[in-house]
């Protein structure tokens, strides 16, 4: 199983990426091992979606990290219509 997951950093940064085991990527997040996010102070979780194949979730992890900062967030909160609205205006 893979996990595409988005953190928030306190700067109000956005991290896209997957896993395979969510609890270990946090941790290594959270220690400071990672390049981007070792910057921040805090990070936390916003959201995941799961999918059996790598392939799946890299190629879901490539269209987010396209997406504009707003279209991000509507998706965080679950926004469909927000969504909606988004896509069409690019």
Same mark, same amino acid.
């Given at each position: 199983?893979?996990?595409?997951?988005?953190?928030?950093?306190?700067?109000?940064?956005?991290?896209?990426?997957?896993?395979?085991?969510?609890?270990?990527?946090?941790?290594?997040?959270?220690?400071?091992?990672?390049?981007?996010?070792?910057?921040?102070?805090?990070?936390?979780?916003?959201?995941?979606?799961?999918?059996?194949?790598?392939?799946?979730?890299?190629?879901?992890? *490539?269209?987010?990290?396209?997406?504009?900062?707003?279209? *991000?967030?509507?998706?965080?909160?679950?926004?469909?219509?927000?969504?909606?609205?988004?896509?069409?205006?690019?």
């Amino acid at each position: 199983m893979w996990i595409l997951y988005i953190l928030l950093g306190d700067k109000d940064f956005f991290y896209v990426g997957i896993t395979g085991n969510i609890e270990k990527r946090l941790k290594r997040h959270r220690g400071r091992y990672e390049i981007y996010t070792k910057r921040f102070k805090e990070i936390d979780l916003v959201y995941k979606e799961y999918y059996d194949f790598r392939a799946d979730a890299e190629s879901r992890e *490539k269209q987010i990290k396209g997406w504009s900062r707003e279209k *991000k967030k509507a998706l965080i909160a679950g926004d469909i219509d927000k969504l909606k609205e988004l896509s069409k205006s690019k």
